[in-house]
């Protein structure tokens, strides 16, 4: 069964922390990737890596940066996390190019930045 | 205006109906859509794919897309309490970067 999993659910920050989401995935995916998802808004790209050590500006990237230093690891990082950040945090993977356009996608971490 | 545009409901339907739910597009460099079913608390799964105009059947739904009009559509056979979810279309260009519509909740009462 594969499986895309974050290291938390439900997370609660005050304005300016440094904030570290992580995702995991067990498919042996090159691609993965991190959205946010806002009522009427939708899933909205943040960052995107198709290698370890390689990534992609998305739609919205700024306020936020990301590591990829291992193939199953994607971490998503605020490094001062403001009110307008608090949404739910999506992690996907997929097969590289050529192969499905299938994302796989994680539970999802809500935050709340106060 | 937004790249894909869709409905967000809620639609609300009896047990049995048949449901269509439907997007609009702008970009016509999509060729492969997607739809997406997400239940309350989870990530969205992949429900149906298609590629390029025609239709396509899985069981109770079928996928329709027209490229001509920019505009693609879930059709939902008998439908169950179970389908209450958010359904969220996307569209990928080929280059394995989707773009979501913003979701419709579905609501089908028993």
């Known amino acids: 069964d594969v499986k895309v999993t974050q290291s938390s659910r439900y997370l609660v920050k005050r304005t300016g922390e440094k904030v570290f989401l992580e995702c995991v995935q067990d498919?042996?995916?090159?691609?993965m990737f991190w959205y946010r998802q806002d009522p009427g808004l939708g899933l909205r790209l943040i960052y995107f890596?198709?290698?370890?050590?390689?990534?992609e500006k998305g739609d919205i990237p700024e306020g936020y940066s990301v590591s990829r230093e291992k193939k199953e690891r994607f971490s998503l990082i605020l490094e001062s996390a403001s009110t307008n950040q608090t949404s739910m945090y999506l992690c996907?993977?997929?097969?590289?190019?050529?192969?499905?356009?299938?994302?796989?996608f994680g539970p999802g971490t809500r935050l709340t930045v106060t | 205006q937004k790249e894909v545009e869709q409905d967000p409901g809620p639609l609300s339907v009896p047990e049995g109906a048949i449901v269509s739910l439907n997007c609009t597009y702008s970009?016509?460099?999509?060729?492969?859509f997607m739809w997406y079913r997400q239940y309350s608390r989870k990530g969205p799964e992949l429900l149906m794919y298609?590629?390029?105009?025609g239709n396509k059947e899985d069981g109770r739904f079928t996928a329709q897309v027209d490229k001509s009009s920019k505009y693609i559509s879930l059709f939902i056979r008998d439908s169950q309490p179970s389908d209450s979810a958010t359904y969220l279309c996307?569209?990928?260009?080929?280059?394995?970067?989707?773009?979501f519509g913003g979701g419709t909740r579905l609501m089908v009462k028993p």
């Open positions: 996907a993977s997929s097969p590289p190019l050529g192969g499905s356009y299938e994302q796989y």
């Open positions: 498919m042996d995916h090159e691609n």
């Open positions: 890596s198709y290698d370890v050590k390689m990534k």
């Open positions: 970009n016509s460099a999509f060729q492969y």
């Open positions: 298609t590629y390029s105009s």
């Open positions: 996307a569209m990928d260009n080929a280059g394995n970067m989707l773009t």
